[in-house]
């Protein structure tokens, strides 16, 4: 069994809230969306990956010290097999962050999911291209909802999830760190205090802050 890999990197995790964990990065290849800002383009330019044997990608884990190890893309969760990959990591480590747009999700990886929820954090960053919709099985599994606040984003989209915010943390994430949407999320922050009780966090994205990868 083998694996579409675009890099794996060791750095500080640079968003949301474990923000300054230090993980270890496979970013896997492929995505079925195509965000205006994404920085990560390279990630399913279908020429910036190598195939990894199943058991290498492993060896790789099993020879890093870190506790944290994270799947992203792209979107990980497109990646056929991916549940697999999924359990044979938390067969090695006991902590995986998963980064997904939320769009896709399967039956076996429902399982999968069901089967290790307390070793898996999920951060779902809904996106416009899809009018921020999220896949519905995976609400029960996410562990943090991370919106980028950018010329899209509304306080109505962020409103969609109401209800599933009282059990996972609430992100705003400025796009790109620019000031211009800085002042946006801070604007929304203090909407979604004033106006509906919810609290939201607002993060940048700390590892370009510090130019880290
Ligand atoms: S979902 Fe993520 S990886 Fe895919 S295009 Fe959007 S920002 Fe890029």
Same mark, same amino acid.
């Given at each position: 069994?083998? #694996?579409?890999?675009? =890099?794996? /990197? ?5 968003e949301?809230s474990?923000i300054?964990? *230090?993980?270890? %990065?496979?970013r896997? =290849?492929?995505?079925?969306?195509? $965000?205006?800002? $994404? ?12 195939d990894?044997?199943?058991? =290498? ?8 010290? #870190?506790?944290?190890? $994270? ?34 999700f399967n ?5 999968? %999911?069901?089967?290790?929820k307390?070793?898996?954090y ?5 996106? *416009?291209?899809v009018?921020y ?7 029960? %599994?996410?562990?943090?909802?991370? %919106?980028?606040?950018?010329e899209?984003?509304?306080? +109505? ?11 996972? /943390?609430?992100?705003?994430?400025? =796009?790109? +760190?620019?000031e ?25 994205? $700390? ?7």
């Open positions: 069994m083998r #694996f579409r890999v675009v =890099e794996i /990197f060791q750095s500080i995790e640079g949301g474990l300054g964990f *230090p993980v270890l %990065f496979i896997l =290849e492929g995505c079925n969306l195509r $965000c205006p800002w $994404c920085d990560t383009t390279y990630s399913y330019d279908g020429k910036s990956y190598k990894y044997p199943l058991d =290498e990608l492993l060896n790789i884990v099993k020879n890093s010290n #870190f506790k944290r190890v $994270c799947l992203t893309g792209g979107e990980p969760l497109l990646t056929p097999n991916v549940e697999i990959l999924i359990e044979k990591i938390l067969s090695i480590k006991d902590f995986l962050i998963i980064e997904t747009n939320g769009t896709v039956k076996r990886l429902k399982a999968t %999911f069901e089967k290790f307390n070793k898996i999920t951060v779902v960053s809904p996106k *416009p291209e009018n919709k999220i896949h519905q099985d995976i609400f029960p %599994f996410i562990s943090e909802i991370k %919106f980028v606040v950018d899209f984003l509304t306080i +109505n989209d962020i409103l969609k999830y109401s209800n599933l915010y009282k059990n996972l /943390f609430l992100i705003l994430q400025p =796009e790109s +760190n620019k211009i949407y800085l002042k946006k999320a801070l604007q929304l922050q203090n909407e979604l205090l004033t106006s509906h009780n919810l609290e939201a966090r607002l993060i940048p994205q $700390c590892h370009k802050l510090l130019n880290l990868k």
